[in-house]
């Protein structure tokens, strides 16, 4: 298995607050992806990064902000969470193009209050 | 937007027989890929087939591609308990990331 991890696993937040998730890879990738998966809509695509320092949109980027200072770490941020970000988010990574195989993390299961 | 759609929603089979789950798209592509998902847990690549394929095979696994239907069916041959999960495509159209489709739940029943 590719070595990728994501934390915490589960977190119950109140609305309002700010949360931060975290993925971290081993594998030295150049491409790392946040998704999120809710039922009836599938898996889509948050933020991705394709370097260190540079990111770019996803389909379902409103209210979530990404940061990569390092090549084994992406972090996802919900700046001030809404009920609506209820959801299980995966990371997964890349080290092709970002249209390539991609590897994932184990989720992470996020309940807003 | 989706640009993967797989078909059936839900398929419940024996042990023993062949599962069969399509997908359709909608724009042209590069690379569609198969992935795994056992009970929300994490996915898993399966398989990728280009757009200058026409078939592919993995183990029990056979995947075809059709560019002019625009579609992808995976047959998983003598199916097993353990092949009970959820089955998505990802397309790669060329100028962004995969795009998922929202999956086929495959159930084989012992």
């Known amino acids: 298995d590719a070595g990728i991890t994501q934390s915490p696993r589960h977190k119950v937040t109140e609305t309002g607050t700010p949360v931060t998730l975290r993925c971290h890879q081993t594998e030295n990738h150049r491409y790392m992806y946040w998704y999120r998966q809710d039922p009836g809509h599938g898996l889509r695509l948050i933020h991705y990064s394709y370097g260190v320092k540079d990111t770019d949109k996803g389909e379902v980027s409103d209210g979530y902000s990404v940061s990569r200072s390092k090549t084994e770490d992406f972090l996802l941020t919900l700046e001030s969470a809404t009920s609506s970000q209820t959801s299980v988010y995966f990371c997964?990574?890349?080290?092709?193009?970002?249209?390539?195989?991609?590897?994932f993390g184990p989720g992470t299961r996020l309940t807003v209050t | 937007s989706q640009q993967g759609e797989e078909d059936p929603q839900a398929l419940s089979i024996q042990e023993g027989e062949n599962a069969t789950m399509n997908c359709s798209y909608k724009?042209?592509?590069?690379?569609l890929q198969w992935y795994r998902q056992n009970s929300g847990r994490g996915f898993v690549h399966l398989i990728l087939?280009?757009?200058?394929?026409r078939e592919k095979h993995s183990g029990r696994l056979r995947v075809t591609l059709d560019t002019s239907k625009k579609s992808s069916s995976l047959l998983i041959t003598a199916s097993r308990a353990a092949d009970t999960a959820s089955y998505f495509c990802?397309?790669?159209?060329?100028?962004?990331?995969?795009?998922f489709g929202k999956g086929t739940r495959l159930s084989v029943i012992a």
């Open positions: 724009t042209s592509i590069n690379n």
């Open positions: 990802a397309t790669d159209a060329g100028n962004t990331p995969l795009v």
């Open positions: 997964a990574i890349s080290p092709g193009t970002e249209r390539g195989e991609q590897y």
């Open positions: 087939i280009r757009s200058n394929e």
